[in-house]
């Protein structure tokens, strides 16, 4: 069976559904949206607090990393959303761009266009936001960012904790400018989640020139004369595309997804059987992603939302979200934070902080028996670089995730360092009334040599994945400044593995905006 169109976008996350939604909008384009998984329809996916199962594997792909041999050769679970409206779906819901000086430095990289000036306004374009509205922020565009309905008085503690360090509190910490700390924005809209499904695509559902298949996973692309023409699916179908068809399938998927089809490092795929289409030895390489460290503290009381796992009070608060839109229910569980340094002289914040009101909020972190808080840090600029692989020509198996974490030095004793401020955080006197001892990593973790311990033991990724099909201007760059691939005609790459650095912050915003400034491109491009 074969079915026609102008444009095939393949994956339905943050970025497909924006692009799909923006495309459409030109009614002359028929436009395909491809997502391997399913629809959005469990309350889980709605409602904010359901961040906290989503890193436990629902609407997750399920894989997990090699061995990482700079940590002790522990394996992490990496969290890769299958779901329509992927990340957005599943993630904590928060809302932050990067620091101006991340685009500048994509400028300085060969990447015209690309300046925090030229993608500012995309960031406005899409925001509706329910407190600013200035030179920064935009009101009345398809994402709802919204100020947090849930804050706790510890909240409010941990800022003037951070105060008795000389960090300051910042209001918007998306705005003018990223250091302090503060309640991050969110993208909920009505205490609901506002996932690219939701904002973008719900309303661009019933056009006639857009369709929409989920549970539809492509095997590999159509590549003919050096140029994509559509994709096969797992089924046998085949679905041609008349203008282009546009990875946006993630750092992870889009590299996967080119090297099945033949795209890729040539050595790689001949050992697999893959015959090699083009050779392009940056797919895959570049990987970047933030790591985690984290340090978790009793409470002297019911200060976070530990309670509320039980089954009384789970109820009490889903009785509370459905008569008020507050509580636990509307909390994303981390919607306080903050920037600062690790690094002195560091040219902008390099260490970041979530603090999360519970323990045990992830998998694969410790939960407390009484209340406890959570503060993770991540060190924002890492220098190493890891690397997506094929294990086989089988499209079932899963790919080879390499973040190689810690392959710098330097990446370690940042890292370290940030995990270090955020003990000392929770240990200022504003917390005392709080906060009753620490527990992780306690107080007998004290030598450098223990501290790596804990870390190699305990770390996890901020799910932040990014560079693996490169944008740049040189010959080497997967993809050109307008996210065209280099050498393959009809092709392009809109997503977070065409940064060629990751931004310092959560990576959501950023690929919304990336996938806003292409869908203009690529209607400038065709005159549509």
């Given at each position: 069976?074969?079915?026609?169109?102008?444009?095939?976008?393949?994956?339905?996350?943050?970025?497909?559904?924006?692009?799909?939604?923006?495309?459409?909008?030109?009614?002359?384009?028929?436009?395909?949206?491809?997502?391997?998984?399913?629809?959005?329809?469990?309350?889980?996916?709605?409602?904010?607090?359901?961040?906290?199962?989503?890193?436990?594997?629902?609407?997750?792909?399920?894989?997990?990393?090699?061995?990482?041999?700079?940590?002790?050769?522990?394996?992490?679970n990496?969290?890769?959303?299958?779901?329509?409206?992927?990340?957005?779906?599943?993630?904590?819901?928060?809302?932050?761009?990067?620091?101006?000086?991340?685009?500048?430095?994509?400028?300085?990289?060969g990447?015209?266009?690309?300046?925090?000036?030229?993608?500012?306004?995309?960031?406005?374009?899409?925001?509706?936001?329910?407190?600013?509205?200035?030179?920064?922020?935009?009101?009345?565009?398809?994402?709802?960012?919204?100020?947090?309905?849930?804050?706790?008085?510890?909240?409010?503690?941990y800022?003037?904790?951070?105060?008795?360090?000389?960090?300051?509190?910042?209001?918007?910490?998306?705005?003018?400018?990223?250091?302090?700390?503060?309640?991050?924005?969110?993208?909920?809209?009505?205490?609901?989640?506002?996932?690219?499904?939701?904002?973008?695509?719900?309303?661009?559902?019933?056009r006639?020139?857009?369709?929409?298949?989920?549970?539809?996973q492509?095997?590999?692309?159509?590549?003919?004369?050096?140029?994509?023409?559509?994709?096969?699916?797992?089924?046998?179908?085949?679905?041609?595309?008349?203008?282009?068809?546009?990875?946006?399938?993630?750092?992870?998927?889009?590299?996967?997804?080119?090297?099945?089809?033949?795209?890729?490092?040539?050595?790689?795929?001949?050992?697999?059987?893959?015959?090699?289409?083009?050779?392009?030895?940056?797919?895959?390489?570049?990987?970047?992603?933030?790591?985690?460290?984290?340090?978790?503290?009793?409470?002297?009381?019911?200060?976070?939302?530990?309670?509320?796992?039980?089954?009384?009070?789970?109820?009490?608060?889903?009785?509370?979200?459905?008569?008020?839109?507050?509580?636990?229910v509307?909390?994303s569980?981390?919607?306080?934070?903050?920037?600062?340094?690790a690094?002195?002289?560091?040219?902008?914040?390099?260490?970041?902080?979530?603090?999360?009101?519970?323990?045990?909020?992830?998998?694969?972190?410790?939960?407390?028996?009484?209340?406890?808080v959570?503060?993770?840090?991540?060190?924002?600029?890492?220098?190493?670089?890891?690397?997506?692989?094929?294990?086989?020509?089988?499209?079932?198996?899963?790919p080879?995730?390499?973040?190689?974490?810690?392959?710098?030095?330097?990446?370690?004793?940042?890292?370290?360092?940030?995990?270090?401020?955020?003990?000392?955080?929770?240990?200022?006197?504003?917390?005392?009334?709080?906060?009753?001892?620490?527990?992780?990593?306690?107080?007998?973790?004290?030598?450098?040599?223990?501290?790596?311990?804990?870390?190699?033991?305990?770390?996890?990724?901020?799910?932040?994945?990014?560079?693996?099909?490169?944008?740049?201007?040189?010959?080497?760059?997967?993809?050109?400044?307008r996210?065209?691939?280099?050498?393959?005609?009809?092709l392009?790459?809109v997503?977070?593995?065409?940064m060629?650095?990751?931004?310092?912050?959560?990576?959501?915003?950023?690929?919304?905006?990336?996938?806003?400034?292409?869908a203009?491109?690529?209607?400038?491009?065709?005159?549509?």
């Amino acid at each position: 069976m074969t079915e026609t169109y102008d444009i095939i976008i393949v994956g339905g996350g943050s970025a497909g559904c924006v692009l799909a939604a923006r495309l459409s909008e030109a009614a002359d384009l028929r436009v395909c949206l491809l997502e391997a998984g399913g629809a959005d329809r469990h309350p889980f996916y709605r409602l904010p607090a359901g961040f906290a199962k989503m890193t436990r594997g629902i609407g997750s792909w399920g894989w997990q990393t090699v061995p990482q041999r700079h940590m002790g050769n522990r394996v992490f679970n990496y969290t890769q959303a299958r779901v329509i409206g992927g990340g957005s779906t599943v993630n904590a819901q928060i809302y932050t761009r990067g620091n101006a000086l991340d685009y500048d430095e994509w400028r300085q990289v060969g990447c015209d266009g690309w300046s925090y000036e030229d993608v500012l306004p995309y960031f406005r374009k899409a925001e509706d936001n329910d407190t600013f509205s200035n030179a920064y922020h935009g009101q009345g565009g398809p994402l709802g960012v919204s100020q947090p309905r849930a804050p706790l008085p510890i909240c409010q503690a941990y800022f003037e904790a951070a105060g008795q360090l000389g960090i300051p509190q910042n209001p918007d910490m998306a705005g003018e400018r990223q250091d302090g700390v503060g309640f991050y924005q969110l993208t909920q809209r009505h205490a609901r989640r506002s996932s690219t499904s939701v904002a973008y695509l719900g309303p661009a559902r019933k056009r006639p020139n857009l369709t929409l298949k989920t549970g539809a996973q492509v095997r590999h692309l159509i590549i003919k004369n050096h140029r994509a023409t559509g994709v096969a699916l797992m089924d046998g179908t085949r679905l041609m595309a008349g203008t282009e068809v546009i990875m946006a399938s993630g750092a992870i998927g889009s590299p996967r997804l080119l090297m099945l089809s033949g795209l890729g490092p040539a050595d790689h795929l001949k050992e697999l059987g893959v015959p090699p289409v083009f050779d392009q030895p940056e797919i895959g390489a570049n990987l970047q992603d933030h790591l985690d460290l984290f340090t978790i503290s009793e409470c002297t009381g019911d200060h976070t939302y530990d309670k509320y796992a039980r089954p009384f009070w789970s109820a009490v608060a889903g009785l509370r979200y459905l008569l008020t839109r507050t509580g636990p229910v509307a909390s994303s569980l981390f919607e306080t934070g903050g920037f600062w340094y690790a690094e002195e002289g560091a040219r902008s914040p390099d260490i970041q902080f979530h603090l999360g009101l519970g323990s045990g909020i992830e998998a694969g972190v410790a939960k407390m028996q009484n209340a406890g808080v959570t503060l993770n840090s991540a060190y924002l600029r890492p220098r190493s670089r890891g690397s997506v692989r094929l294990a086989s020509a089988d499209p079932a198996e899963p790919p080879l995730i390499d973040p190689n974490y810690w392959a710098d030095p330097n990446d370690r004793e940042m890292s370290i360092r940030g995990l270090k401020l955020a003990q000392e955080i929770l240990r200022q006197p504003a917390l005392a009334g709080f906060v009753k001892r620490e527990v992780l990593p306690g107080p007998d973790v004290q030598s450098d040599a223990d501290v790596f311990a804990f870390a190699c033991a305990n770390a996890k990724t901020d799910h932040h994945p990014a560079g693996t099909c490169r944008m740049g201007a040189d010959a080497t760059a997967v993809v050109d400044p307008r996210l065209r691939f280099n050498g393959i005609n009809g092709l392009r790459v809109v997503d977070a593995s065409i940064m060629p650095r990751l931004v310092s912050s959560n990576t959501n915003a950023p690929v919304i905006m990336i996938a806003e400034k292409a869908a203009d491109m690529i209607r400038a491009d065709y005159g549509v």
